[in-house]
């Protein structure tokens, strides 16, 4: 086990659940099992910051929280909200989680931007070497801009107009399942995403996150886009120990 020092947490709120757990910095992996509980019906910030409470007391931990949120988060306050309550938009972060986890530093960053910034330290050796575009491809498209490991935070390139058209609207692994499309037919569509991408932003790589990772095999080799396109190493630890390395750097966006 780590260094007391070197113990960190994190918290990943989605559209479903709420996890938690505790997390070796050096290592970059849980310690233990995560805690998952289904996130509130109406996902508002009161009712989610309840349950990220109860998770932070199923471990009875009392130091640093670094929270993920699908949103969003520039100066600490929501500025939107996917797949949650749109009663997020302008909430004060801090406050809010203050008085849900009471006195103790708290970090909110985007779900994507956690996700990256762990794939970075701790994920396949490309992700820290240049201009990345590290993306996460699941309900939504989340994005983290990564250069030399280091974020530039709130890209959101799911939500880039292509064709008139958010990206995420046609190339999401959501869509893919929703639209019952072949991998030879979804791999079209995010070709589509990744060359405006490439064509804007010029990256070093791509690193691509989410469950559809798993099987990158089956799509990856179909992607028409020159730049490499590598499946990230990290799956679905990546937002708690971004969280919890967030809140270690005091990193708040
Ligand atoms: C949201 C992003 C989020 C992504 C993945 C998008 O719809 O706008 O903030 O990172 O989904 O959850």
Do not use: C
Request: charged share 25%.
């Amino acid at each position: 086990m780590a260094k007391q020092e070197n113990v960190g947490f994190g918290v990943d709120i989605g559209g479903s659940g709420i996890k938690g757990a505790l997390v070796d910095l050096d290592e970059g992996v849980f310690i233990g099992d995560r805690h998952k509980i289904k996130t509130p019906k109406k996902s508002t910030p009161e009712n989610v910051a309840a349950v990220v409470a109860e998770v932070v007391e199923h471990f009875e931990w009392d130091g640093p929280v670094g929270i993920t949120l699908p949103a969003i988060v520039h100066g600490q306050v929501a500025h939107s909200a996917a797949n949650i309550d749109e009663s997020w938009v302008g909430t004060d972060l801090q406050e809010l989680f203050h008085a849900h986890l009471g006195d103790r530093e708290i970090s909110v960053l985007n779900d994507a931007d956690a996700a990256g910034v762990a794939e970075a330290a701790h994920g396949v050796p490309e992700a820290s070497k240049g201009a990345v575009i590290f993306l996460t491809l699941g309900t939504g498209i989340g994005s983290a801009l990564l250069i030399d490991g280091r974020l530039f935070p709130n890209t959101e390139l799911g939500h880039l107009i292509i064709d008139g058209r958010h990206a995420e609207h046609f190339a999401s692994s959501a869509v893919k399942e929703r639209e019952d499309l072949s991998y030879k037919k979804w791999a079209k569509r995010v070709s589509v995403a990744l060359n405006e991408y490439d064509r804007l932003f010029s990256p070093d790589a791509f690193i691509v996150g989410g469950g559809i990772s798993r099987k990158a095999d089956k799509w990856i080799p179909k992607l028409t886009v020159e730049t490499p396109v590598i499946p990230a190493d990290l799956r679905n630890t990546a937002g708690i120990v971004g969280a919890a390395m967030a809140v270690h750097d005091h990193l708040r966006p």
